[in-house]
């Protein structure tokens, strides 16, 4: 990974740093926190719904923070120039193996807030089962785009996903926002179904 030449984001070395990321990196974050979550939570039905309610969130939070931050809608140098520093970086090198899965500077404190989030609206117990899942959904996430830029995988699922994200590269005004499912872009009609 050290000897592909990537484009440089900052033309300072400290920041340029920082927009790079090792995809072992969520991993070691964010996996000790799946453990103590794993840890508190109760074992039941509700904690099961509860998962499975986290992991359909981060689906939702992908989607939304895809299409209205990554592709911000906003016409303005500014815009602009943060767009590309979050996101649009990607698309012009969408292959570079260090800007595949988020810099913590930018998963961490969104986690933070979406933790802040959760603890306002669940009890305790409640609040473990639903982090685990949006949490394991968030992680499934990140790998699965790595997936998708670099696995060579024949799994159908993975096929259809990969070209359906090689679709959203490509594809001007952008279309097809889900990484790790389609289902929102049906919904919100930004699948694009006439795009082969």
């Not at 904690?47 to 939702?60: A, D, M, P, V």
């Not at 943060?82 to 090198?93: A, E, R, V």
């Not at 090689?166 to 594809?171: F, G, N, R, V």
């Amino acid at each position: 990974m050290q000897d592909y030449k990537r484009i440089r984001l900052f033309k300072s070395d400290f920041l340029e740093r920082f927009s790079v990321v090792h995809p072992i990196i969520p991993a070691i974050i964010y996996i000790p926190i799946l453990f103590y979550c794993s840890f508190h939570m109760q074992v039941s039905l509700q904690s099961l719904i509860l998962i499975f309610s986290g992991i359909f969130l981060w689906t939702f939070v992908e989607y939304t923070m895809h299409r209205f931050f990554f592709h911000l809608p906003i016409n303005t140098k500014w815009a602009k120039k943060i767009s590309y520093t979050i996101h649009g970086i990607h698309h012009k090198d969408p292959h570079d193996p260090l800007r595949l899965v988020a810099p913590p500077l930018m998963s961490i404190p969104i986690g933070l807030l979406f933790l802040y989030i959760f603890s306002r609206f669940f009890t305790l117990n409640n609040f473990f089962s639903f982090t685990f899942g949006f949490t394991l959904s968030y992680l499934g996430y990140d790998y699965l785009h790595w997936t998708l830029h670099h696995s060579k995988s024949k799994n159908r699922i993975i096929y259809y996903l990969r070209r359906n994200h090689a679709i959203h590269h490509h594809h001007i005004p952008p279309k097809r926002f889900g990484v790790t499912s389609p289902l929102w872009d049906f919904i919100f009609n930004t699948y694009n179904p006439n795009k082969k």
